[in-house]
């Protein structure tokens, strides 16, 4: 029986390309041999990411599962894009994993995923004096103070941890193996920034504990299961196993997209 294969990139960021260079990426891509490809978020801006998904249907001819990420949302709001993105994706090979169920990778393996959020539960956020741009391209966040966008960031957070959890449940009633796409890191420990775990004042920005807690919790129950989790966020790679938890983070650079991996479906 044929192995498959799953071809990972993330914060691809394809704003910061023009048209031309844009093709020339997703062309090279097809020299890679793989059966699906999967995206942990930070596509493009809101502005553009409709027309760079057409770009993607047109030139990856395999299925092509995503979740967003922060940038995607800049010049929008949160409601507005994901209604377009998921009008847009209707009846195509690209399927937007947030809240859309379990995909079967292998008889063995399924994939599920959530845009997820920075929920500020890690590191010092009343004290961090980040001040990210989030907070001035995402409509929602415009004109909040610190503790109305705490306010939002938890909500995402809980709100992603409670669709992963229910996908889980479910995913282990079919499969041994599941692979979670998201974008932001659930674990402190894979917030990587030159070599060193990310300091107080970036931690809440950059992780999301209310994922990263119920994910040990669901896993801690299930000692004979596995998941992988793929995201991206902090643009510095890191890689870890957990038990039976493993993590990728991807390293990107803008201007610069690339696939990550291709990652062997057991």
Not at 63 to 86: A, Q, T
Not at 127 to 147: A, C, F, T, V
Request: aromatic content about 14%; some cysteine.
């Amino acid at each position: 029986m044929k192995q498959m294969k799953l071809a990972w990139m993330t914060d691809i960021h394809l704003n910061f390309l023009d048209d031309y260079n844009i093709e020339m990426f997703l062309k090279s891509i097809n020299q890679n041999d793989f059966d699906y490809l999967t995206i942990s978020g930070d596509i493009s801006d809101a502005i553009r990411l409709i027309k760079h998904l057409e770009f993607i249907e047109k030139w990856i001819k395999k299925p092509v599962y995503f979740v967003l990420g922060n940038h995607d949302f800049y010049h929008g709001s949160f409601e507005d894009i994901d209604e377009k993105v998921r009008k847009f994706c209707k009846d195509k090979n690209l399927i937007y994993l947030t809240n859309n169920g379990i995909f079967k990778l292998s008889k063995n393996t399924g994939l599920i995923g959530h845009n997820g959020w920075a929920d500020g539960g890690y590191g010092d956020y009343l004290n961090s004096r980040i001040d990210l741009n989030d907070y001035y391209k995402i409509h929602d966040l415009i004109g909040l103070n610190k503790m109305e966008r705490l306010t939002i960031m938890n909500k995402m957070g809980k709100t992603s941890s409670r669709y992963l959890s229910k996908m889980i449940e479910n995913g282990f009633e079919q499969f041994n193996n599941l692979i979670l796409v998201t974008h932001v890191s659930p674990f402190k420990e894979a917030c990587y920034y030159k070599n060193q775990i990310s300091g107080e004042d970036y931690l809440p920005y950059y992780s999301c504990k209310s994922v990263g807690d119920m994910i040990k919790r669901e896993m801690k129950k299930r000692p004979d299961k596995k998941i992988m989790i793929l995201c991206g966020h902090t643009h510095f790679a890191f890689e870890k196993e957990f038990g039976n938890i493993s993590i990728k983070v991807g390293q990107s650079e803008y201007r610069y997209p690339k696939t990550q991996e291709i990652i062997n479906i057991t």
